[in-house]
């Protein structure tokens, strides 16, 4: 997400190295990128990100809904003509600040074609205009129709799986949380991809992989959890910090953690804190890489495999027949 880089640490997977600094090429073309009004910054930000998103697997089809409670636009990418596809909602990242469907297109449909599920993308409320909980209301919203009304559109309701990259994860892990405390049953699976969970920046990697040449900085996430949270009181609250939850009952659980991060220790915690609770947790750490290294899949072996690895978990997680979801 930084915007220069002064150089990269040699701890950096070649490729991973390469994005990294034609990223930072991109947001280098606006020097005066965190002045700018925040609507300029996300138009930018887009644009940046919009070659990353490009190619990869072509859908059977795509389509647009507004559904819930709340109205939510969701982006449905199927990748086969299947009758009844098992779901994996996907949640962008972007610090609950910038990104949408279009920055993560891609890595919907590498999900999509490679686990072989329906992916329901979320375009849920950015922050500040929209705090703490909204975002996570509207995503609990769209849970609610695809147990409801999922059926009448070919996705499966009782195969459902939901997960994203920093905000987004939160987001996925706190939407479980919600439901279990609304005396819901819980999805069939949760996908974590480098996420932010607790709001301390006292963990050893803040310090180690803090600076531009590691994607995200502390400085950075200071400001996003500000843009998040209505005041400091929200810290302690485990549906906006689920690092403070009781995580008993949570489902099956995968972690995709970029080593070079500074939220890699934050998600090796919460991985522990998810199987002292009896959570089934299934943890990657991908050395050389930094935050948001999944959308270098276009040149990254790395990411690539990362993805395949990720996908083959999903499959199994929720592809066979199953109740593990249940209405």
Not at 237 to 246: E, F, K, Q, T
């Given at each position: 997400m930084n915007q220069t880089t002064a150089g990269v640490a040699d701890d950096l997977d070649p490729d991973i190295r390469r994005f990294q600094r034609e990223m930072a090429a991109a947001y280098g073309r606006y020097p005066d990128f965190e002045?700018?009004?925040?609507?300029?910054?996300?138009?930018?930000?887009?644009?940046?990100?919009?070659?990353?998103?490009?190619?990869?697997?072509?859908?059977?089809?795509?389509?647009?809904?507004?559904?819930?409670?709340?109205?939510?636009?969701?982006?449905?990418?199927?990748?086969n003509a299947g009758a009844m596809l098992p779901v994996l909602i996907y949640v962008h990242g972007g610090g609950w600040t910038m990104f949408s469907l279009d920055t993560h297109d891609r890595l919907m449909r590498e999900y999509a074609a490679r686990a072989g599920v329906a992916v329901v993308g979320i375009d849920y409320s950015l922050s500040p205009e929209a705090k703490f909980p909204l975002a996570l209301d509207e995503i609990v919203s769209v849970v609610r129709?695809?147990?409801?009304?999922?059926?009448?559109?070919?996705?499966?309701?009782?195969?459902?799986?939901?997960?994203?990259?920093?905000?987004g994860a939160n987001l996925s892990v706190a939407a479980n949380l919600a439901l279990v405390r609304d005396g819901k049953a819980?999805?069939?699976?949760?996908?974590?991809?480098?996420?932010a969970f607790d709001g301390r920046a006292d963990y050893p990697s803040y310090g180690r992989y803090d600076g531009p040449a590691y994607n995200l900085t502390?400085?950075?996430?200071?400001?996003?959890?500000?843009?998040?949270?209505?005041?400091?009181?929200?810290?302690?609250?485990?549906?906006?910090?689920?690092?403070?939850?009781?995580?008993?009952?949570?489902?099956?659980?995968?972690?995709?953690?970029?080593?070079?991060?500074?939220l890699a220790d934050e998600n090796r915690d919460m991985a522990a804190r998810l199987a002292a609770a009896g959570v089934a947790v299934d943890f990657r750490d991908y050395a050389g890489a930094t935050h948001s290294f999944l959308?270098?899949?276009?040149?990254?072996?790395?990411?690539?495999?990362?993805?395949a690895e990720t996908s083959e978990w999903l499959s199994g997680q929720i592809c066979a027949n199953n109740d593990n979801d249940s209405q």
């Open positions: 002045q700018l009004p925040l609507g300029e910054r996300r138009r930018i930000a887009e644009e940046v990100r919009a070659p990353w998103a490009a190619g990869g697997p072509v859908m059977h089809s795509t389509e647009t809904l507004n559904v819930g409670a709340f109205g939510v636009r969701v982006r449905i990418h199927r990748p129709w695809l147990r409801a009304e999922g059926e009448a559109h070919g996705l499966d309701p009782r195969r459902i799986a939901i997960g994203g990259d920093s905000a819980p999805l069939s699976a949760i996908l974590v991809n480098y996420g502390t400085a950075e996430m200071a400001v996003f959890w500000a843009n998040y949270l209505r005041d400091d009181a929200d810290f302690g609250d485990p549906l906006a910090c689920p690092m403070r939850a009781d995580l008993a009952g949570l489902p099956p659980t995968f972690f995709a953690v970029a080593a070079c991060d500074i959308e270098a899949v276009s040149i990254s072996p790395l990411a690539d495999r990362a993805l």
